[in-house]
């Protein structure tokens, strides 16, 4: 059984990524705040979901929730940061738009940084100057707000889990449309996760202006140009 909430009382939102490991698109995060007496049996074993149960889980967290939002970094601003920078503000953007603003976070993982050590400025045109609130995504008073890092907190908490779920369908459909445009990658299977038939698809015929070119998208043997 999930835990409901770290801290009783306090407007908590979970947060969980989803993309971090892949090639190709962006990575996407959820923040999701649930009231405290939410229950769903599907959700408590979240970790079990098949992509079928993800999507029917979907609405009733968007319908249930006090407050849901999703963010997305994209692969060039995952190139300027680094994976786990651009992870954590695409968490930071979902948070920016919720409609209630959380008192705690409650972050699956074991890393957080607020957006002051994220490194926005390699946002900005010259890659120094301060980021402007369009190119980091963050209101110029979104606050620092406390949070408390989970390890596998999708497994412990409903409202990571919920996050997980948005965070994971949101990107999952993004992958699909690419996949209209670049079929020869099979982003429609692999959702730009590193497999061998991803891989070869690279050796054969580049990359893609949605590949993460700061990511080793070939195999160390093969010294195909991609750029």
Known sequence: MLEAYLQQGRIEAGCDEAGRGCLAGSVFAAAVILPEDFHNDLLNDSKQLT?????????IIEREALAWAVGEVTAQEIDKLNILNASLLAMHRAVAQLKLRPEHLL???????????????????????????????LPDDYPEIPATTIVKGDGKFLSIAAAS???????????LALHEQFPPYQWNENKGYPTPAHRRA?????????????????DEDDQLSLF
């Open 51 to 59: 992509e079928k149960q993800r999507y029917s889980l979907r609405p």
């Open 107 to 137: 972050i699956d993982g074991n890393r957080f940084r607020q957006p002051a050590q994220l490194q926005l400025h390699r946002l900005s045109e010259d890659g120094k100057s301060k980021a402007t609130a369009l190119q980091s995504g």
């Open 165 to 175: 779920v948005l965070a994971k369908t949101y990107r999952d459909d993004a992958m």
């Open 202 to 218: 690279i050796a054969e015929i580049g990359s893609s202006p949605y590949h993460r070119l700061s990511f080793r998208l070939l």
